[in-house]
């Protein structure tokens, strides 16, 4: 835009409509300029106008005539278009098209400033070691590694170097109000960056922050907000009196109704209410709603604090310096507590108060309860309850990040290979837990925790399923990807694997699922200079999200190979058909589990309290009033249909093959 | 093995999975409705059954027994 110094005629007529300035050379318009829509304005140090004058209208649907009304403006660059009243200073910024500042305490850069960007927030540990320098485009997966890789201090010291330039280039003694943003009734907003489109109505006092916004993905930041070195994302929602203190606020992620966040990530989706969170790594979909939880010193992911859940990272030791990490899918019961350090392994279930420190990671789908103050673990008990389902299936569909450029990178596979490596070390931890115990034993000890000796033998055969549902699973994916199958060896080509190489562990980057030696080969990239800005880091990271499908496939080969004894490359149509009948059984098997866990919720106990005044009919009158039936529950139906589905892949699949020439 | 026999066996594993006295459980007694067996209790019963009986139990048929009567007739189908 170009801007030209004020004609005498418009000072004069800008000192009459009540506008002070002790050096007018200093302010500078768009032309053509018209004084009109700017009155009672104190202007101060350097300040350019844009055109205004023109109508505009606001989120709320109000149509107002933009200008400048009863505020105090300092070094500032004014927009086109834009509505500022009663600010009572507005200093040090950028102000772009359409915004409006509203009925404003303050909004200013007092000194040069990162917005946020390079802050350290010490996360997991509250004793130190594990800082995270937030930035604007931080990702769940690239914070995983600067938590978790410690041990690689080169590393993170590179990683570190690449933040501090970002940093550098966000330094600023100003900052901007980006387009279509909105300020309405708030206090204090010092050294904060507004992304287009966000809105802030009745924040109390935003200070050292960055809110990234867009247009497909506005920030709302309401009532009675104090934030401060923090970051907020696009499409996050900030509101009801949150007190976020240090804090990266990802994209799609819900805090509000009082609760207080302190030095913790939030990543993509996750919901925070009424409780509080310390030093947390909340990965994506991190869920905690009701009051009196704590969470602390924790790293979790796909996780949900029950009410009341609490944990502990101090013990009256060498200070706050425990940790603890819930893999992906747990859950803590109301009032469960967990004394760290702790490791929970994924898709388990934690309930009670927890006062022994044990690592289950390698017992995924676990309950981990209390019996007589003691932790007692049941294996593989979640894999088939209702929850566990509704969890996994719910998840991809609560995606709120409608921003194009999504962040984290998020692998929604229940049954990933992240999961069903646990699951094969699972079947050899309980064999020989078992053929170990003697018989007379109650319980057995493994990493800290108790698992009664009964369950070491029964509970092998939910693993067992979900291994071979796992198989069956990545087969027919492949199977029904080809357009024709005309022979076995066409068949026995498409299921080559793409590398020979033996497949290694796989890792749950915060959501992102990934072979070691992917991410190592980065890590090692980083090292080496290869990459060498946050952009390449970001890219690369990227890459391995998306090369997930060929590598699953390649895993799974050799896992056929290593514990059914079978070459994909030479696989016979015998163990085809039997891999498909196991696959077949084993997935019907574990819904109509899932069913009868499902019927639970309509059995005798679950209808004590309904008719409250009336006899067993009533009673279950009013149960089916409110609860309905099972017959016509959508997730039973849908149960249902699965099965029905089940047996028609596995039916044609099977007429298929039985048809092929070897 | 006869189905007294079994319902005998039957009732010394509930005894000692859900921790009652096993003259207190009767021979159509549900596992969670009449003796408050929770769902891990339920995952022991049929485990501690497998083991008392030396049998192999299909999981989702097991889980849909119920009661005292039911682990008789069921575990009666494998021994």
């Given at each position: 835009?170009?801007?030209?110094?004020?004609?005498?005629?418009?000072i004069?007529a800008?000192?009459?409509?009540?506008c002070?300035?002790s050096?007018?050379?200093?302010i500078e318009?768009?032309d053509?300029?018209?004084?009109?829509a700017?009155?009672h304005?104190?202007?101060?140090?350097?300040?350019?106008l844009?055109s205004?004058?023109?109508?505009?209208?606001t989120?709320?649907?109000?149509?107002?005539t933009?200008?400048l009304?009863?505020?105090k403006i300092?070094?500032?660059e004014?927009g086109?278009?834009v509505?500022i009243?009663h600010?009572h200073?507005l200093?040090?910024y950028?102000?772009?098209?359409?915004?409006?500042?509203?009925?404003?305490?303050?909004?200013?850069?007092n000194?040069s400033?990162?917005?946020g960007?390079?802050?350290?927030i010490?996360?997991?540990?509250?004793?130190g070691g594990?800082e995270?320098?937030?930035?604007?485009?931080?990702?769940?997966?690239l914070a995983y590694?600067?938590?978790?890789?410690?041990?690689?201090?080169?590393?993170?010291?590179?990683?570190?170097?690449?933040?501090?330039?970002?940093?550098?280039?966000?330094?600023?003694?100003?900052?901007?109000i980006?387009?279509?943003?909105?300020?309405?009734?708030?206090?204090i907003?010092?050294?904060v960056?507004?992304?287009a489109?966000?809105s802030i109505?009745?924040a109390?006092?935003?200070k050292?922050?960055?809110i990234?916004s867009?247009?497909h993905?506005p920030?709302?930041?309401?009532?009675?907000?104090i934030?401060?070195?923090?970051?907020?994302?696009?499409?996050?929602k900030?509101?009801?009196?949150?007190?976020?203190d240090?804090s990266f606020?990802?994209?799609?992620?819900?805090?509000g109704?009082?609760?207080?966040?302190e030095?913790?990530?939030?990543?993509?989706?996750s919901?925070?209410?009424?409780?509080?969170?310390?030093?947390v790594?909340?990965?994506?979909?991190?869920v905690?709603h009701?009051?009196s939880?704590?969470l602390i010193?924790?790293?979790?992911s796909?996780?949900?604090?029950?009410?009341g859940?609490?944990q502990?990272?101090?013990m009256?030791?060498?200070?706050p310096?425990?940790?603890?990490?819930?893999?992906?899918?747990s859950?803590?019961?109301?009032?469960?507590?967990?004394?760290?350090p702790?490791?929970?392994?994924?898709?388990?279930v934690?309930?009670g108060?927890?006062l022994?420190s044990?690592?289950?990671?390698?017992?995924?789908?676990?309950?981990?309860?209390?019996?007589q103050?003691?932790s007692?673990?049941?294996?593989?008990?979640?894999l088939?309850?209702?929850g566990t389902r509704r969890?996994s299936?719910?998840?991809?569909?609560?995606?709120?990040?409608?921003?194009?450029?999504?962040l984290d990178?998020?692998?929604?596979?229940?049954l990933?290979?992240?999961?069903i490596?646990?699951?094969?070390?699972s079947?050899?931890?309980?064999l020989?837990?078992?053929?170990?115990a003697?018989?007379?034993?109650?319980?057995?000890?493994?990493?800290?925790?108790r698992?009664?000796?009964?369950?070491?033998?029964?509970?092998?055969?939910y693993?067992?399923?979900?291994?071979h549902?796992?198989?069956?699973n990545q087969?027919?994916?492949?199977?029904?990807?080809?357009q024709?199958?005309?022979s076995?060896n066409t068949?026995?080509?498409?299921?080559s694997?793409?590398?020979?190489?033996?497949?290694?562990?796989w890792?749950?980057?915060?959501?992102?699922?990934?072979?070691?030696t992917?991410?190592?080969?980065?890590?090692?990239d980083?090292?080496?200079?290869s990459?060498?800005?946050?952009?390449?880091?970001?890219?690369?990271?990227?890459?391995?999200?998306s090369s997930?499908?060929c590598?699953v496939?390649?895993?799974?080969?050799?896992?056929?190979?290593?514990?059914l004894?079978?070459?994909?490359e030479?696989?016979?149509?015998?163990?085809?058909l039997?891999?498909?009948?196991?696959?077949?059984?084993e997935t019907?098997?574990?819904?109509?589990?899932i069913?009868?866990?499902?019927?639970?919720e309509?059995?005798?106990?679950s209808?004590?309290?309904?008719?409250?005044d009336?006899?067993e009919a009533?009673r279950?009158?009013?149960f089916?009033?409110?609860r309905g039936v099972?017959?016509?529950?959508?997730?039973?139906?849908?149960?249902?249909?699965?099965?029905?589905q089940?047996?028609?892949?596995a039916?044609?699949?099977?007429?298929?093959?039985q048809?092929?020439q070897? | 093995m006869d189905k007294?026999e079994?319902?005998t066996r039957v009732k010394?594993?509930?005894s000692?999975?859900?921790?009652t006295d096993s003259?207190?459980?009767?021979d159509?007694a549900?596992?969670?409705?009449?003796?408050?067996?929770?769902?891990m209790?339920s995952v022991?019963l049929?485990?501690?059954?497998?083991?008392?009986?030396?049998?192999?139990m299909?999981?989702?048929?097991?889980l849909?027994?119920?009661?005292?009567?039911?682990a008789?007739?069921?575990?009666?189908?494998y021994?």
């Amino acid at each position: 835009m170009n801007f030209r110094p004020l004609k005498s005629s418009e000072i004069a007529a800008l000192e009459n409509q009540g506008c002070f300035s002790s050096d007018w050379s200093k302010i500078e318009v768009s032309d053509p300029f018209s004084t009109h829509a700017v009155h009672h304005v104190r202007f101060s140090g350097v300040v350019r106008l844009g055109s205004l004058g023109g109508a505009m209208e606001t989120k709320a649907g109000e149509t107002l005539t933009s200008g400048l009304y009863y505020s105090k403006i300092e070094n500032c660059e004014i927009g086109n278009d834009v509505f500022i009243d009663h600010v009572h200073l507005l200093k040090n910024y950028r102000i772009m098209d359409r915004v409006v500042l509203e009925n404003v305490d303050s909004i200013s850069v007092n000194a040069s400033s990162s917005f946020g960007n390079g802050y350290e927030i010490e996360v997991l540990n509250e004793g130190g070691g594990r800082e995270v320098k937030m930035f604007d485009r931080l990702s769940a997966q690239l914070a995983y590694i600067l938590v978790s890789y410690r041990h690689d201090s080169a590393l993170i010291a590179s990683i570190n170097q690449m933040i501090d330039q970002h940093v550098k280039e966000k330094t600023s003694e100003t900052a901007c109000i980006e387009t279509g943003a909105e300020i309405i009734n708030s206090g204090i907003i010092s050294e904060v960056n507004v992304g287009a489109y966000a809105s802030i109505r009745g924040a109390a006092h935003l200070k050292n922050g960055t809110i990234v916004s867009n247009e497909h993905a506005p920030v709302f930041v309401g009532d009675n907000v104090i934030a401060k070195n923090f970051i907020f994302h696009s499409g996050s929602k900030v509101d009801g009196g949150a007190l976020v203190d240090k804090s990266f606020v990802g994209q799609g992620v819900e805090i509000g109704k009082q609760f207080s966040a302190e030095n913790s990530l939030f990543f993509a989706n996750s919901e925070a209410f009424h409780g509080e969170a310390v030093s947390v790594f909340a990965g994506p979909y991190t869920v905690s709603h009701h009051k009196s939880s704590l969470l602390i010193a924790g790293m979790y992911s796909f996780y949900n604090a029950g009410s009341g859940t609490n944990q502990s990272n101090h013990m009256y030791k060498l200070g706050p310096v425990h940790q603890g990490i819930m893999e992906r899918g747990s859950k803590t019961g109301s009032f469960a507590y967990l004394l760290w350090p702790c490791r929970i392994g994924a898709y388990s279930v934690v309930m009670g108060k927890n006062l022994a420190s044990f690592d289950t990671s390698e017992l995924p789908f676990s309950y981990i309860t209390v019996e007589q103050e003691k932790s007692m673990l049941t294996p593989g008990m979640n894999l088939f309850t209702v929850g566990t389902r509704r969890d996994s299936e719910k998840w991809p569909k609560r995606d709120k990040r409608k921003d194009p450029e999504k962040l984290d990178l998020i692998n929604f596979d229940f049954l990933s290979p992240y999961i069903i490596q646990k699951v094969v070390r699972s079947l050899d931890v309980l064999l020989e837990l078992y053929e170990k115990a003697a018989k007379k034993q109650e319980s057995v000890f493994y990493k800290g925790i108790r698992i009664k000796r009964l369950m070491l033998k029964s509970t092998r055969k939910y693993y067992e399923m979900a291994l071979h549902i796992f198989l069956g699973n990545q087969l027919l994916a492949r199977l029904e990807d080809m357009q024709e199958i005309s022979s076995m060896n066409t068949l026995r080509k498409a299921l080559s694997p793409v590398s020979h190489e033996k497949a290694g562990m796989w890792l749950d980057l915060a959501g992102m699922v990934a072979t070691e030696t992917a991410v190592q080969d980065l890590l090692t990239d980083i090292g080496s200079g290869s990459i060498g800005t946050l952009e390449e880091l970001l890219s690369g990271l990227q890459q391995i999200h998306s090369s997930y499908d060929c590598e699953v496939w390649d895993w799974t080969a050799a896992l056929l190979a290593e514990r059914l004894d079978i070459d994909v490359e030479k696989i016979s149509a015998e163990q085809l058909l039997d891999l498909i009948t196991l696959w077949e059984k084993e997935t019907i098997k574990l819904d109509k589990m899932i069913l009868m866990d499902a019927s639970k919720e309509f059995d005798e106990s679950s209808r004590i309290g309904f008719g409250i005044d009336g006899d067993e009919a009533i009673r279950n009158k009013d149960f089916e009033a409110v609860r309905g039936v099972a017959e016509e529950n959508k997730f039973i139906i849908a149960i249902k249909e699965e099965i029905t589905q089940t047996e028609k892949r596995a039916a044609e699949l099977i007429k298929k093959i039985q048809g092929l020439q070897d | 093995m006869d189905k007294n026999e079994i319902l005998t066996r039957v009732k010394g594993v509930v005894s000692a999975v859900l921790k009652t006295d096993s003259s207190e459980i009767t021979d159509d007694a549900n596992f969670v409705f009449d003796l408050g067996a929770d769902s891990m209790q339920s995952v022991e019963l049929v485990a501690g059954f497998e083991e008392e009986f030396d049998i192999e139990m299909d999981q989702d048929r097991a889980l849909e027994v119920q009661s005292i009567d039911d682990a008789v007739n069921f575990i009666a189908e494998y021994v």
